[in-house]
């Protein structure tokens, strides 16, 4: 099979190295990739622009299958035009990509198909935030409805805040359009999980569960970022419960979308509150989870690529997934000032060190002068496979350590349960 895989972070080096393995693939490129994949398959240059020039380009390549990795080449329509063209993708056209691409969109689909969520309301002016304030306790958690880079969502602890915040995103359009209406919702308390399914038409297959941690800092302070790290699996989600969230999430969810017209053929995050009364829905991704994926590939006895294939076919394979018993961890090393502003172009040493079974993850590096350099604020993701999350933890930070570049930053509690 000649695959094309979309993206240039450390989710789309573990789709690589996992796609690298499969005994099904004949081709890999990855547009454009980065110095982990250009190790596994063929980096196509140039960032990603226009959904019509790369879906020219992948009919005249004879790609087999596109797996797209980021939210915002799908919410552009990347699956569209490849359809047009006759060529299958992994992941939803344009409007299956609203999941994610509008909260206000999600909410209205999860209500309908009866989805355990957030009480919630949509707002597009202050007034109407005023009115919602003054019925509802505080804490406030405003969402902006559009795609906002996960920065759109602030929690409120009063109501001189959440107005402020409003102000922001609706008058001075902080967020430009992805804030013209805000999503306000009821603040839940629990702990935080993901569960991801591969999906097809209303049909779909559960991976296994996985925590993020978004925070910069140990014990869930500080800004969100893109991820600080994931593990999988996860302990408050026992098998026998995975399969039941996903007959109370995804089945309403899929056929809801079905009768809507949407054939959604990729696969579907669930960012979940674990609630002690019950799981509830904070939001979709219409794609993989990075930094989840990381910690979930590894885990993966079976090859993955004919379940993609048949996905974006339109089928769900009978054969299921097997998965290794051991726990992943993926310990994401940061450039410091991350996410605020930070330096690239730091040498990156130590990786000859490494443990050969610890598997690296480029996420933002680059080749300068034949020496391997910072190029982004999340850098590599270590990643280990053992017996039980202690013993992960203190295998991966054992790990992180050796690796060295200029104001290394990392968490240093991940997978503290
Ligand atoms: N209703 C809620 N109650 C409490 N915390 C929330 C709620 N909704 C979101 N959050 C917090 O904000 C984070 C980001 O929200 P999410 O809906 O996942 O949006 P995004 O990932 O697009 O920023 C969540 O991971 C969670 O920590
Ligand atoms: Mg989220």
């Given at each position: ?12 080096h573990a ?10 693939l ?91 969520t ?25 969402k ?44 839940l ?12 038409g ?34 408050d ?8 969230l ?18 959604y ?13 019950g799981?509830r ?23 993955l ?7 974006a ?41 490494v ?13 300068k ?16 496979l ?17 690796i ?14």
């Amino acid at each position: 099979m000649r695959v094309l895989l979309i993206g240039s972070g450390g989710r789309e080096h573990a789709l690589a190295w996992h796609l690298s393995r499969s005994r099904e693939l004949e081709q890999l490129y990855c547009w454009p990739g980065n110095p982990g994949t250009a190790l596994l398959g063929e980096n196509i240059e140039g960032e990603y622009q226009d959904p019509e020039i790369l879906a020219d380009w992948a009919r005249k390549q004879e790609i087999d299958l596109t797996l797209v990795g980021p939210e915002a080449p799908l919410v552009q329509g990347l699956a569209d035009s490849l359809a047009r063209r006759g060529l299958l993708a992994l992941g939803p056209g344009r409007e299956g990509a609203r999941l994610e691409g509008s909260k206000s969109r999600a909410k209205e689909l999860m209500q309908k198909a009866g989805v355990p969520t957030a009480a919630h309301q949509v707002v597009e002016n202050l007034e109407e935030v005023e009115d919602y304030l003054a019925e509802n306790p505080a804490p406030y958690v405003l969402k902006a409805d559009g795609l906002a880079g996960g920065k759109g969502v602030l929690i409120c602890e009063d109501r001189e805040q959440a107005r402020r915040e409003a102000h922001s995103i609706l008058e001075e359009e902080r967020f430009g359009s992805a804030g013209k209406k805000l999503v306000l919702e009821e603040f839940l308390e629990g702990r935080e999980a993901s569960l991801l399914a591969l999906c097809a038409g209303g049909d779909f297959l559960l991976l296994e569960p996985s925590r993020d941690h978004k925070r910069l800092l140990n014990g869930d302070q500080g800004p969100n970022t893109g991820g600080m790290g994931a593990y999988s699996p996860v302990a408050d989600i026992p098998p026998g419960e995975k399969e039941r969230l996903g007959q109370e999430i995804f089945r309403p969810l899929l056929q809801c979308l079905q009768q809507e017209g949407i054939d959604y053929r990729g696969v579907l995050y669930a960012g979940l509150m674990l609630t002690p009364a019950g799981a509830r829905v904070l939001e979709f991704n219409v794609r993989f989870g990075d930094p989840e994926t990381q910690a979930l590939i590894p885990r993966l006895r079976s090859d993955l690529l004919p379940h993609l294939h048949a996905a974006a076919r339109g089928k769900i394979l009978a054969e299921p997934l097997q998965w290794k018993e051991e726990t992943c961890l993926c310990v994401n090393l940061v450039a410091g000032g991350y996410p605020g502003s930070y330096e690239k172009g730091q040498a990156i040493s130590g990786l000859e060190k490494v443990n050969p079974s610890t598997i690296i993850f480029h996420a933002g590096t680059a080749y300068k002068g034949g020496r391997l350099i910072t190029a982004g604020g999340r850098v590599l993701g270590v990643t280990v496979l053992a017996e039980d999350l202690e013993a992960a933890r203190r295998q991966a930070y054992f790990e992180a350590s050796k690796i060295e570049f200029r104001d290394k930053f990392y968490r240093h509690d991940l997978g503290r349960e």
